[in-house]
Nanobody, 126 residues
């Protein structure tokens, strides 16, 4: 059974940093794109960052460019999100996602992904 489990969320002051991790089990995603999404209270879920199968291509939402970095370790079947210069508006539940299909693409829409983690809360105080 496929499972994605996020960790690393918490409470941080504005300007601080957090590193989120997502561990996958039950299936290898070494040939598939993975991504991070977030959902704040009262808002729709939005795209944050995506990475292709090899880690050679990444894509970021404009709101996080220059502050967040997505990476993956295919040997460990994990994907991470380094978040720097955090702002109160970054407060949300962050979820990782993975595609079932193999391929070289990078995708920003939630419908491109088949497996989802339970989410981890990130709260940024001012």
């Amino acid at each position: 059974q496929v499972q994605l489990v996020e960790s690393g969320g918490g409470l941080v002051q504005a300007g601080g940093s957090l590193r989120l991790s997502c561990a996958a089990s039950g299936r290898t995603f070494s040939s598939s794109a993975m991504a991070w999404f977030r959902q704040a209270p009262g808002k729709e879920r939005e795209f944050v960052a995506a990475i292709n199968w090899s880690g050679g291509s990444t894509y970021y939402a404009n709101s996080v460019k220059g502050r967040f970095t997505i990476s993956r370790d295919n040997d460990k079947n994990t994907v991470s999100l380094q978040m720097n210069s955090l702002k109160p508006e970054d407060t949300a539940v962050y979820s990782c996602a993975a595609r079932r299909a193999s391929g070289s693409g990078v995708y920003a829409h939630e419908y491109a992904y088949d497996y989802w983690g339970q989410g981890t809360q990130v709260t940024v105080s001012s």
